[in-house]
């Protein structure tokens, strides 16, 4: 392969042929942000907020989002996903809540959309969970911070 397209030669989108890709174990890691107030905080802390347990919710919500990413993306592959982790921290100095998400596969493509896909519904259901309370919520910061596995190899931000 010369060069992945999702466009054919008539301009046509279409899913890149992968095909001829050597099967490999595959890993991306992503990273996002939700800023709330530190009351918000206080109240996922003290298990009082309106929709119960926020945080655990929000983690499998991530998973099932990494799970489903081919039915939300229209030209991303469906993968097998072999491990699918999403971790919620909060963080005072934010204030708000860190969401790291990590996605195995051993495929011929790489699961970065996987694990964006899971930071991101992660952070919306974190923010669907806690308006009630705070509708001054501002996700941001969405990334992938390093994926492994297939031909290009090895990355990391800052790397």
């Not at 499998?60 to 921290?89: E, F, N, R, Y």
């Not at 963080?91 to 930071?119: C, N, Q, R, W, Y």
């Not at 911070?145 to 931000?157: E, I, N, Q, T």
């Amino acid at each position: 392969m010369s060069r992945l397209s999702h466009v054919d030669g008539e301009g046509r989108a279409r899913m890149v042929d992968v095909s001829d890709k050597e099967s490999t174990h595959r890993v991306a890691t992503a990273r996002g942000i939700l800023v709330c107030r530190a009351e918000t905080l206080a109240q996922v802390r003290a298990g009082t907020t309106p929709k119960g347990s926020v945080i655990q919710v929000a983690e499998l919500a991530g998973m099932m989002a990494a799970k489903k990413t081919a039915d939300l993306i229209p030209l991303c592959h469906p993968l097998p996903l072999t491990s699918a982790a999403v971790k919620i921290m909060i963080d005072d100095a934010l204030p708000g809540f860190k969401v790291t998400s990590e996605i195995g596969t051993h495929g011929p493509t790489g699961v970065e959309m996987e694990a964006l896909a899971a930071v991101s519904v992660a952070c919306l259901t974190l923010f669907d969970m806690l308006k009630a309370i705070d509708r001054s919520m501002i996700i941001q910061g969405i990334e992938v911070v390093s994926k492994s596995g297939g031909r290009s190899g090895d990355w990391g931000a800052g790397a």
